[in-house]
């Protein structure tokens, strides 16, 4: 008898320079039976994340890179189909960690069974995840802005950047942002709530920039390093906050060098960089309080969606040069 088969991706060939489609190979594969304390889960959103590009390169980084012709590692948000962990049942939402595949088995000590009744499934993946939760902590752990401060986010429309600001609105601050293109600033004025966003694409960023931060910037969320940070080192006040929390810029080889590095020490700067996944103790904490935010409708998002598992590499390869708008997903349904 044949059992029933499923999709995934794996990687097939380390990306140089930009990612292309030949890195990633589509396979169909046996569905697996889960073992003890394991559940089978139906994948219906896989989220692409840029680290995704880190792990794809051997390059020394904070953790080992994806092994090749193995399922492209990846959050996803689905549905228990059988169960034989006590935590979980059939028709179960969860979150977990089951890569670029349509269905996967999982321990259930690696899954979050999550409620879907305020909140969409999706935003478990977003704004209710990962992302969501790396913008909470650089803001609240490393950026400790106070109301009237002004504060900057890079890479402004994105997963990451639209919940920095808006977290920073409700504390009372200027919100700056900086993203690619007049619609996607429009949107972070417009729907998000920010003061202020600079189109780092209209040609004239250092002049733009000092007009949307009159007063100078108190702390900086730093997504794209590059010519995004270059710009921001000038404005930054005595005493400001950097949260070095990702340089998308470079990730394929662009130049991420930073040349007005003199203003971290005229301007007395602290900067930390920081991996979100290095604090879970804060997490609980953290994602309850974006959950609240959401349900309540006093945080929005955007979600870019892919519409099944084949679309996945061309929307990482887009997610990579800003052809998504708000958080980057697949849609698994079927
Ligand atoms: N440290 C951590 O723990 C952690 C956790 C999650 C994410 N991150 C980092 O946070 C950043 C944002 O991640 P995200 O998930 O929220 O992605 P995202 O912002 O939803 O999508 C990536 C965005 O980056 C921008 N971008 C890409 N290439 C760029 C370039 N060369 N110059 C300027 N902007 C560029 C694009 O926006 P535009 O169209 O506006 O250019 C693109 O839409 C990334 O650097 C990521 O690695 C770090």
């Known amino acids: 008898m044949t059992r029933a088969t499923y999709q995934r991706i794996v990687l097939a060939a380390r990306p140089r320079g930009q990612v292309k489609e030949e890195n990633f190979r589509l396979e169909s594969v046996s569905v697996p039976v889960p073992g003890a304390g394991q559940v089978l889960v139906r994948n219906q959103f896989l989220s692409l994340d840029p680290y995704m590009r880190g792990r794809m390169s051997d390059a020394k980084s904070y953790a080992p890179p994806q092994a090749l012709d193995e399922t492209m590692l990846g959050a996803t948000a689905g549905e228990v189909v059988e169960s034989n962990h006590p935590g979980f049942a059939a028709g179960d939402k969860v979150v977990g960690m089951l890569g670029w595949a349509e269905m996967g088995v999982a321990d ?151 040349r007005n590095i003199r203003y971290l020490l005229t301007s007395r700067v602290s900067l930390r960089g920081f991996i979100v996944t290095e604090h879970p103790d804060l997490w609980p904490q953290g994602l309850g309080e974006l959950g609240a935010l959401v349900a309540e409708g006093k945080i929005k998002y955007r979600e870019s969606v892919a519409p099944n598992l084949a679309a996945a590499p061309t929307a990482f390869i887009g997610l990579l040069s800003g052809k998504n708008f708000g958080k980057q997903l697949v849609s698994l349904a079927a």
Not at 174 to 200: M, Q, S, T, W
């Open 108 to 258: 259930g000590a690696t899954l979050r069974k999550v409620d879907t009744r305020k909140i969409a499934l999706s935003a478990y993946l977003g704004v209710v995840g990962m992302p969501g939760m790396t913008a909470w902590y650089g803001l609240n752990h490393i950026m400790l802005p106070k109301a009237g401060e002004t504060i900057l986010v890079s890479a402004a429309s994105g997963a990451v950047g639209s919940v920095v600001g808006q977290l920073a609105k409700l504390k009372g601050c200027r919100a700056v942002g900086i993203a690619g293109g007049p619609d996607k600033c429009a949107y972070v004025v417009d729907e998000l709530g920010f003061d202020a966003c600079v189109d780092y694409k209209a040609g004239k960023l250092d002049a733009d920039l000092a007009v949307a931060a009159p007063a100078g910037i108190d702390a900086l969320f730093e997504n794209v390093g590059g010519a995004c940070f270059d710009a921001a080192l000038p404005l930054l006040n005595p005493f400001s906050r950097i949260a070095l929390c990702g340089l998308i810029a470079g990730y394929s080889g662009g130049d991420v060098a930073i």
